[in-house]
C-alpha cells in the first residue's frame, strides 16, 4: 500500500511495541482464564466483561501486526 501524500505513519519505540506484544500475546490470553472463572462462578455481567477483553485483545493483536509491517517495510529500503 503507498503513502498518501502528507500521511504519516506511525512510529513507536522498541519499548513501547515489546510492551505491546507482551500485553497481546501474554496478558490479554489470560481474559479467557478469568471469563471461564467467572461463568464458572455466576459473576454478574461475565458475558459483557469477556467480550471487552476479547474486544481489546483483537485491536491489540492489530495494533501490533501493523506497526511490525511498518517496521519490516522499512527495513527492506534499507542498505545492508
Do not use: H
Not at 458475558?47 to 517496521?71: C, H, N, P, R
Amino acid at each position: 500500500m503507498e503513502k498518501k501524500k502528507g500521511e504519516k505513519e506511525m512510529k513507536v519505540s522498541n519499548k513501547v511495541y515489546d510492551i505491546l506484544c507482551f500485553i497481546a500475546k501474554i496478558i490479554a490470553p489470560l481474559a479467557t482464564l478469568v471469563s471461564a472463572i467467572m461463568t464458572i462462578w455466576n459473576v454478574p455481567y461475565a458475558e459483557q466483561i469477556t467480550a471487552t477483553l476479547a474486544s481489546i485483545d483483537v485491536f491489540m493483536g492489530a495494533l501490533v501486526t501493523i506497526l511490525k509491517a511498518q517496521y519490516n517495510k522499512g527495513r527492506s529500503g534499507e542498505q545492508p
